[in-house]
């Protein structure tokens, strides 16, 4: 049976989250961080708090965003299992994609992704168009679905996958996730591997 694998990326594919690491410009990394913590741990919606973190950053050219996040650490293991699979590996992310196709690209997934949206003027995003909903990217394939991530957003994601997989190399899995999740890996060349051989099956 075919697989599809679906990523997170923040955390997951990316050795940070993304928008504290962007917030640290304008001097709001500890606000930041605090609700995308807060967010990972199920303690506050998404959509409220991605909200909140957009408009915090909304005053930065998207541009700029755009080239910081293109140079964020990457997890090069799964980079490599992404590109060498790219026919059945997706990311999924509630990132803008204003924001992260140039990421998209530099690792060669530009047309493997979803994403939030938004609509930008004068290099400024002037509102989200779209959140995108995790589980409803399952819904699109009718293949098997192995599901990576981190964070209590993920949770829905792994629930409606055929198989969980919680990744914890970059920061403690979040709760919730544990309890949905088939397996959690702590170490990124483990998971790499792990993966490979559930391809091999």
């Keep these: ?50 909200k909140s973190r957009v408009d915090m950053l909304k005053d930065i050219p998207v541009s700029e965003v755009a080239e910081k996040i293109s140079n964020i650490s990457l997890n090069q293991e799964l980079v490599k299992f992404l590109n060498k699979h790219k026919d059945i590996c997706y990311i999924v992310t509630g990132n803008l994609d204003v924001w992260i196709d140039k990421l998209m690209k530099k690792i060669g997934m530009e047309n493997n992704y979803f994403c939030s949206k938004a609509s930008v003027s004068n290099n400024k995003i002037t509102k989200i168009s779209k959140i995108l909903q995790k589980d409803e990217v399952v819904a699109k394939f009718k293949d098997y679905i192995v599901a990576i991530g981190d964070g209590s957003n993920d949770y829905k994601l792994l629930e409606k996958a055929n198989l969980g997989v919680a990744f914890g190399g970059v920061r403690n899995i979040a709760p919730s996730l544990l309890e949905v999740c088939d397996y959690a890996i702590y170490d990124e060349k483990r998971l790499a591997e792990f993966l490979e051989r559930l391809i091999e099956e």
């Excluded at 001097?27 to 807060?38: A, F, G, I, Q, S």
């Design 1 to 50: 049976m075919k697989k599809i694998f679906l990523f997170d990326l923040d955390s997951t594919i990316t050795k940070e989250e993304i928008l504290p690491s962007i917030s640290k410009s304008i001097n709001k990394e500890d606000e930041m961080r605090k609700l995308t913590e807060m967010t990972m741990m199920g303690e506050i919606s998404f959509e409220e708090s991605f």
